[in-house]
């Protein structure tokens, strides 16, 4: 009889415990809730092979006014180097420059490797992004380097100027 008991109530417990750890599940949504995961998924649906292979290469890479290379990069100076590398684009050295040789377009109607044009500092474009997805860019921050953010934050959103493809 004791068998019989403990056996039953092993069964019981081992019930109970797969019903509590079903309840708890968490839903799976489309996107990942954190920053960096949001970034993964935006930079595996990079269609160019090569701009993905360029963006994995100079992520972290530290910000460096005037540099050009691993050492240190502005964002102008990165918008340069990848147009250059994966689209054959010669750009102007400066954002502001840059911000004058694009099609300028509704910022919801942007597509990969579109510029985006920021002014932190006033009236003048001072900062410069490419457009990779759903929202998302990569550009040179002052703060934390190479590194993909999200173009609705309210911080880029108050500060965005325009953007588009570069013109012919």
């Not at 092993?10 to 949001?38: D, H, N, P, Q, W």
């Not at 160019?48 to 290379?69: E, H, N, P, Q």
């Not at 009236?123 to 990569?138: C, K, Q, R, S």
Request: charged share 20%.
């Amino acid at each position: 009889m004791y068998k019989l008991n403990f056996s039953r109530s092993l069964y019981l417990i081992f019930a109970l415990m797969l019903l509590i750890s079903s309840c708890g599940t968490r839903r799976v949504s489309g996107y990942s809730e954190s920053k960096a995961a949001k970034a993964a998924d935006v930079l595996a649906e990079v269609k160019s092979k090569a701009l993905y292979r360029f963006i994995i290469d100079w992520t972290g890479v530290r910000y460096k006014l005037g540099g050009l290379d691993k050492r240190g990069i502005d964002c102008s100076g990165f918008a340069l180097l990848l147009n250059k590398e994966i689209y054959g684009i010669d750009l102007p050295r400066r954002s502001v420059e840059q911000a004058a040789v694009i099609k300028q377009k509704n910022t919801a109607q942007l597509k990969e490797g579109d510029l985006v044009f920021f002014s932190f500092g006033g009236n003048t474009i001072d900062h410069v992004g490419v457009y990779l997805n759903h929202g998302f860019f990569v550009h040179a921050s002052t703060t934390r380097g190479v590194i993909i953010d999200d173009l609705n934050l309210p911080a880029y959103q108050r500060v965005l100027i325009k953007g588009g493809p570069i013109q012919n």
